[in-house]
């Protein structure tokens, strides 16, 4: 009986600390790694003009020009200014530690600024976010706020966006709005999102809205100072109000998608360093280094003197906004979807970042590329690329990736959207693991099937899938949705050709 009952015991503690070992071994992100999805405000809310709401440019792009693909609106999206109750309720089911959202600047503050600070606020968008954040918080569910994703107050984009100086005041004051409202409940703020896109989109809406600056030279270097100086503002303003009563963190998201050269020489070696600078190094270096990289300085004002111009279109910072900008990352934001091949080309004559950097970018014809959004090509090995880049230009800073995700055309089956995955979160813990890239998180772009951009609704990102034939909005889960919730389950990355349930 004894050696029976000794054997149990021996038995159970051999299961017991064989099972745990295994876990321990088997786990791909530990425990407190974050797993969670992201959408934005114009691409789900959809309540375009209800309760207030003001007037943005995707408002007005949607109305007023023919520059979505398939003529829809964002009028509606997912409706999700009055079904959030419902995409909590999802969220948690799948099981997220965060949702990433962004707060629409123009339904919080209608014409975009706050002459009476939180007095100026629309009461219903107020009460809306609110309400969203409060049911996330209940549910267990970290709420993190990106301030402006893409969609700039009609008023800010008619004085010229980014391009005019003005909305480094009036971004400030907006963000202040929110920190008053939210920031005893929200602890991770991302005051920009994808600030390549941001200027990109400035400089459309320069030429829809034929504001005075169209025709200017360098209007992405001007939109680039301008948002850089919105960001510090913006995180100088936390820390000096708000972070030592909330503890809250405060980042740029930085699109990094990653820029390789297309051969060994040594002219496209350097030309792709060179490009990686112009696209990730002008925003990375004046927050973690200081000011403009010095190759990009060089080149622009070399284009710049070829055009004929007697100054350089990259505006120079004073030192005191160099100091003002340098250090405002909590931790380094990173999107990541893509990437190019680079050789050097010094042919071009002109006004694009290609030009004056003296680059051609392609693509490697090897490469699969997304069925409905053409950017988007597969390179899984790349952003382990990025994420040593970033790891040696920054000096080793925490990451957290706030976007990764595929396009498709809205299939349940979404077999290609669960390999974009699987395939760089592999590659993800290889850069943990192996290069000691220290990644606190990663977000899933998106939680849903929304607005795509000039892309309408042809192109599809959810993990659900939204019908948006019926003015319901029924959401239904894709094969991806089941993917993620199992591996936030396990924390675990499945071998996707071994049927056997568990690799452990
Ligand atoms: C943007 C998202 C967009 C996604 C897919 C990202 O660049 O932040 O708003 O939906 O790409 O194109």
Known sequence: MKTFIQLVIVGYFYVFSFSSFNQVKCADFDENFLFGVATSAYQVEGGWNE???????????????????????????????????????????????????????????????????????NPYAVEYYKQL????????????????????PLPMAQYGGFQNERIVR??????????????????????????????????????????????????????????????????????????????GNVALVIDSNYFQAGSDCDDDLKAAERYRQFMIGKWGHPIYIG?????????????SRAQGLTTSKLPVFTEKEVNLIRG?????????????????????????????????VTVDPKWK????????????????????????????????????GYGDKGEFDDRDRINYFNDHLKQMVLS????????????????????????????????????????????YEKDSAVYYRKLIETKTIPDLDDNSENRC
């Open 51 to 121: 309760d207030g709401k003001g007037e943005n440019i995707w408002d007005y792009i949607t109305h007023k020009t023919n520059l979505i693909m398939d003529n829809s609106t964002g009028d509606i999206a997912c409706d999700s200014y009055h079904k959030f109750k419902e995409d909590v309720f999802l969220l948690k089911s799948l099981g997220v530690k965060f949702y990433r959202f962004s707060i629409s600047w123009s339904r919080l503050l209608p014409n975009g600024t706050a002459p009476n600070g939180i007095w100026s606020a």
């Open 133 to 152: 954040i409060d049911e996330l918080i209940a549910n267990n569910i970290i709420p993190m706020v990106t301030l402006y994703h893409f969609d700039m």
């Open 170 to 247: 009036d971004f400030e004051n907006y963000a202040d709005v929110v920190f008053k409202l939210y920031g005893h409940k929200v602890k991770h703020w991302f005051t920009i999102n994808e600030p390549n896109s941001c200027c990109e989109i400035d400089v459309l809406m320069a030429s829809v809205l034929q504001t005075e600056y169209v025709g200017n030279h360098g209007l992405i270097y001007m939109c680039t100072r301008n948002l850089l100086l919105a960001h510090a503002s913006v995180y100088r303003l936390y820390q000096k109000k708000y972070k030592w009563k909330y503890y």
């Open 291 to 303: 000011d403009f990289p010095s190759v990009m300085k060089e080149y622009v004002a070399n284009a």
């Open 328 to 360: 405002t990352n909590d931790y380094y934001a990173m999107n990541y979807y893509t990437s190019r091949l680079v050789f050097f080309n010094d042919t071009l004559n002109e006004d694009s970042l290609q030009s004056d950097a003296q680059v051609f």
């Open 369 to 404: 590329q997304s069925p409905t959004q053409p950017l988007i090509y597969v390179v899984p090995e790349a952003i382990r690329k990025s994420l040593r880049f970033i790891r040696d230009e920054y000096r080793n800073p925490t990451i957290m990736v706030t976007e990764n």
């Open 432 to 475: 943990m693991n192996e290069d000691n890239v220290k990644i606190i998180g990663y977000t899933a772009w998106s939680f849903m099937d929304n607005f795509e951009w000039t892309n309408g609704y042809l192109s599809k990102f959810g993990l659900y899938s939204v019908d948006f034939n019926s003015s319901a909005r029924p959401r």
